[in-house]
């Protein structure tokens, strides 16, 4: 990644700081017991409340929503991950994704 703009690093200082201050907020939560699932909560719900998602550079309406499908197709692949679940099942099998203003 080369920063060819200004604004570029403004974005990235300030993701980073939201990123530092994630990590911080997650280290003094941890407990004695406590699970990596319930540790991981804590992140997403801190990176949410500060909707630490955004794009660099000049980027149109369709790259923004490429950006907006990527994330969620993640996030669904990610709530196939099981401990008992063989990997090559990721993104296979029943799945049922209702999108927003379709039934």
Do not use: W, Y
């Not at 941890?30 to 909560?41: F, I, K, P, S, W």
């Not at 149109?60 to 099942?89: F, N, W, Y």
Request: glycine share 12%.
């Amino acid at each position: 990644m080369t920063i060819t703009h200004a604004d570029d690093l403004d974005h990235l200082k300030i993701i980073g700081r939201i990123v530092a201050n994630t990590m911080h907020a997650m280290a003094k939560a941890m407990e004695v017991g406590m699970t990596t699932r319930e540790l991981d909560a804590i992140g997403r719900t801190l990176l949410d409340r500060a909707d630490a998602t955004f794009c660099m550079g000049q980027v149109t309406a369709a790259q923004h929503k490429l950006c907006r499908d990527g994330k969620r197709a993640m996030e669904l692949g990610i709530a196939q991950v099981g401990a008992s679940k063989p990997i090559g099942g990721i993104g296979r099998g029943p799945l049922i994704v209702t999108l927003p203003g379709r039934t």
